[in-house]
């Protein structure tokens, strides 16, 4: 079981910058990949940026360029660095972590932060 705290969100104009940190507890040792999905108002559920266990990183589209995701596995937290922020980004940022125990994966959730790119 792993919980996953989120911090972070708030309001911001266009042009700032926020970071999200996302604190992991529980089986801690056994997480594979961390990372930060998003739901904007009225949409599904979208990947942002993802750690994988293998060290690599991945962005939508969307954010390459201007958000940045760091590890820090010695304190069991991932960061959203989200620079040069945009109304589209506005969203419910969710932190996401995966297991795999047995061969069964497994994934969880954080409780959710909001973010708000408004002048």
């Known amino acids: 079981q792993v919980v996953l705290v989120e911090s972070g969100g708030g309001r911001v104009q266009p042009g700032g910058f926020l970071r999200l940190s996302c604190v992991a507890s529980?089986?801690?040792?056994?997480?594979?990949?961390m990372g930060w999905f998003r739901q904007p108002p009225g949409k599904q559920r979208e990947l942002v940026a993802l750690?994988?266990?293998?060290?690599?990183?991945r962005y939508s589209d969307s954010v390459k360029g201007r958000f940045t995701i760091s590890r820090d596995n010695d304190k069991n937290t991932v960061y959203l660095q989200m620079d040069s922020l945009k109304p589209e980004d506005t969203a419910v940022y969710y932190c996401?972590?995966?297991?795999?125990?047995?061969?069964?994966?497994?994934?969880?959730w954080g409780q959710g932060t909001q973010v708000t790119v408004s002048s």
């Open positions: 996401h972590a995966t297991t795999t125990v047995t061969g069964i994966g497994y994934a969880y």
């Open positions: 750690s994988t266990g293998a060290g690599d990183e």
């Open positions: 529980g089986s801690i040792s056994i997480i594979g990949d």
